[in-house]
């Protein structure tokens, strides 16, 4: 069930419609957000899918580009998508939330708004800096915890969401003592390891062999970090590294 409609004009915030959605999907599942490039799948009609999203959403976030405005006469047309799905929001009684998009986005005023959409004019917005998206997103996923309490939240629960760009660290037919760097203070950023014995995979840092008896092949390549305590140490030693999640920038 979608929680999150993202409504937004192509050619004007179906960039940071996409990084919106990008980030809420991570934080809340793809399954809550819903957005029509992404949603709606091939050969499937729209205007009942876009209709059936907003009447089951909690919440429709407008994003609204610095050209927003210039689409006038579009907006004066009573089937244009971008004015139905709000006009549906403002209907179901749906919260509805402008997005600013860029510093050059002003608030609406009423005077460019048809009659049926003013009221967009007087909700209170939030502005997007394109210049700092990170900020940006964490700020309407935080709106979007607070206004829909229902969605699972990660965050505010004191658990970190899945990152798309992550490293990971791991330790692979290891007999011995294997210790996360959490439990040592000072500059260590990995993994140690005593008495290992096979392949042993490591993250980001520097790397350091402290070791008394180190013996067996070892290749570092990247950033790895590996400090070895006391023990003797067998086998091929090498970081690896995860692939950064590629996504698509969809638009409509």
């Not at 729209?46 to 580009?65: K, T, W």
């Not at 403002?90 to 608030?107: H, M, Q, W, Y």
């Not at 760009?165 to 203070?185: C, K, L, R, Y």
Request: glycine share 10%.
């Amino acid at each position: 069930m979608s929680k999150v409609f993202i409504n937004y004009r192509t050619g004007d915030g179906e960039k940071t419609a996409a990084l919106i959605d990008q980030e809420l999907s991570r934080r809340f599942g793809p399954e809550h957000i819903f957005r029509a490039s992404k949603s709606i799948a091939p050969g499937e009609a729209y205007p009942e899918a876009l209709l059936a999203a907003l009447r089951r959403s909690s919440l429709l976030l407008a994003v609204v580009g610095p050209d927003w405005t210039n689409f006038r006469a579009r907006l004066q047309e009573p089937e244009d998508w971008v004015r139905r799905e709000i006009e549906e929001a403002f209907a179901c009684e749906l919260p509805v939330v402008p997005i600013l998009d860029g510093r050059k986005t002003n608030r609406l005023k009423r005077t460019d708004l048809p009659p049926e959409l003013a009221r967009l004019a007087d909700l209170q917005s939030i502005p997007f800096d394109t210049h700092d998206v990170e900020t940006g997103v964490r700020r309407i996923g935080d709106l979007v915890a607070e206004m829909v309490p229902g969605l699972r939240d990660p965050v505010r629960a004191g658990k970190t969401p899945p990152v798309s760009d992550a490293v990971t660290n791991s330790i692979g037919d290891v007999g011995g003592t294997a210790v996360q760097s959490h439990d040592f203070t000072g500059d260590v950023g990995g993994t140690l390891v005593k008495d290992s014995h096979g392949p042993v995979h490591t993250g980001n840092g520097h790397i350091y062999q402290n070791s008394r008896h180190v013996s067996g092949d070892r290749h570092f390549s990247g950033n790895g970090m590996t400090y070895f305590e006391s023990g003797d140490n067998h086998g091929p030693i090498q970081p690896r590294f995860g692939e950064p999640d590629r996504r698509e920038d969809d638009s409509r």
